[in-house]
């Protein structure tokens, strides 16, 4: 790794500001010194800023490398299950046949990624102590880059790492646990202890951020909501129930579900239900290379006009009528399209235009098209979503289940989620046993659909991706219409790319 990954100290020329330009333009990231970008809270703080812009970036001279952007789309929705775009030359990346390929590109970006923000993140954990100023600022900002090395531990954890039930309870490979500034070789730690440094991280960071008793002044810094949703998700692919439900009930105090209005809005601007995002404006815009570039469904980029993107037909059949999420697609009934593909003309594409104009005038039309996520501005200008409540009130209701509570307050947890937010006032739950679970994991890929979660999901439960082409009821083709098992593809586990392993001797 010590020819991979190396701290610049360019934090601080990353930085935000609570001016109205959100970003600022400052020196050159190789002129800013290491002493000058620690000497004080206040040019610490920048350093974080810049931790939280790196998670908006283009990496690695790749148009397809844009932070967390490309985490959600390349490696939870594309090779999900109920994630369709009609992109067959694509199909060993939609297929996931890439985790084994440790020469890949596509291997070694997200190591690559989270090392890189890990590595900044190292550097003001050992320093920020020393800076002047007060020591409210100095936990503050500790905490949050605690927050955010916790949160890379964990969604390295889920690419690299087995599911938790694969590891023999933690006992399996897990990752090389950077703590400091140092950048020799080392060897990779257990599963087991990997999660033990989130929990760990994220229980200083809690403690840092009460003790400072501060607050953030946006979305996308990280506070103690973030840690609390940061850890509720780490573990429930821990299978640590109860830290799950604890830290998911947590997260959501205080960011109450969005009415339906701000559901149907675009996704691309923080509403009250939204715990962390990061930051787009169109004088920061990553242009054709953004994620709203590559899903806004009104985007001008040649990646949405003439590749949508699609719910499967098999979980849109599932949203009932009385739900407002069902509107966020096209439904095709009644109307004729090219059912090999789904390409539609006529009468269907006048319909999309017509209820969705900002659709652009030469941009495809398809069955289930997606209309849930908006640019604010073109080609792809937005806000990217990281956690939201409901995201938490889906954590809460698994890890109920899985610690065999009873029914009724499992229940409970999935009308408030979507009754009581008014996503579907006629939703009720009377299911019981495994019938219960598969409703909690239907709802899940309602709600978080194209919000990155897919892949994840389905490896985190060992669930099959089943994919349903069109010959056999379904709307995927023939090149997309795969089936999947959890133990093949090495278990769905991404092996350490040669980028590392080449330069670290450690590594067995």
Not at 448 to 476: A, C, H, Q, Y
Request: glycine share 6%; aromatic share 14%; hydrophobic share 35%.
């Amino acid at each position: 790794m010590k020819k991979i990954f190396k701290v610049y100290i360019l934090l601080a020329a990353l930085a935000l500001s609570s001016c109205s330009k959100e970003y600022l333009d400052t020196k050159p990231t190789d002129a800013t010194a290491t002493s000058t970008v620690f000497s004080t809270t206040k040019n610490a703080a920048l350093a974080v800023n810049g931790l939280a812009k790196m998670m908006t970036q283009q990496y690695l001279d790749s148009q397809g490398f844009n932070g967390e952007g490309t985490i959600k789309m390349y490696y939870g929705n594309y090779p999900g299950n109920h994630f369709f775009v009609n992109l067959p030359g694509w199909a060993p990346i939609i297929n996931n046949t890439y985790n084994e390929s440790t020469a890949s590109i596509y291997n070694y970006y997200p190591w690559y990624y989270y090392y890189k923000i890990i590595a900044n993140a190292n550097a003001i954990v050992a320093r920020v102590d020393a800076a002047q100023g007060p020591q409210a600022e100095k936990e503050f900002i500790k905490a949050q880059a605690l927050t955010f090395r916790a949160y890379s531990y964990m969604m390295l954890a889920q690419l690299y790492g087995n599911r938790w039930s694969d590891s023999n309870n933690g006992a399996s490979q897990g990752l090389v646990l950077r703590l400091d500034e140092s950048t020799g070789d080392m060897p990779t730690s257990t599963l087991g202890e990997t999660y033990s440094r989130i929990y760990e991280d994220l229980n200083q960071a809690i403690s840092l951020y009460t003790s400072s008793g501060l607050k953030r002044n946006n979305n996308f810094s990280p506070d103690i909501s973030v840690a609390y949703a940061t850890y509720a998700r780490a573990a429930l692919n821990r299978q640590d129930y109860a830290a799950a439900e604890s830290n998911a009930v947590k997260a959501r105090a205080g960011y109450p579900l969005m009415s339906n209005a701000e559901y149907t809005s675009g996704f691309s601007l923080p509403t009250k239900e939204w715990i962390w995002s990061s930051y787009g404006a169109s004088d920061e815009s990553l242009y054709f290379f953004s994620f709203f570039s590559y899903i806004g469904y009104n985007s001008s980029a040649s990646a949405v006009r003439t590749f949508p993107k699609i719910i499967s037909k098999d979980l849109y059949t599932k949203i009932p009528s009385t739900d407002i999420r069902k509107s966020l697609f096209l439904n095709p009934e009644g109307y004729t399209y090219t059912i090999s593909s789904g390409l539609a003309d006529g009468a269907l594409a006048a319909k999309a235009r017509k209820d969705y104009p900002a659709l652009q005038s030469d941009a495809a039309v398809y069955a289930y098209m997606q209309f849930k996520i908006k640019a604010q501005d073109l080609p792809g200008v937005g806000h990217l979503n990281h956690f939201r409540s409901a995201e938490m009130y889906l954590i809460e209701a698994e890890a109920k289940y899985f610690q065999n509570k009873p029914a009724a307050e499992i229940q409970a947890v999935l009308e408030g989620l979507n009754k009581s937010s008014g996503r579907d006032p006629q939703y009720t739950c009377t299911k019981t046993g495994t019938a219960l679970l598969d409703e909690i994991k239907t709802y899940r890929a309602i709600e978080l659909w194209g919000e990155g979660f897919d892949w994840f999901d389905m490896k985190r439960w060992g669930d099959p991706i089943v994919r349903k082409s069109t010959t056999n009821g379904g709307n995927f083709i023939a090149a997309l219409a795969i089936t999947t098992r959890p133990e093949e593809n090495n278990r769905w586990t991404w092996k350490i790319p040669l980028k590392e392993t080449d330069f670290n001797s450690e590594i067995k």
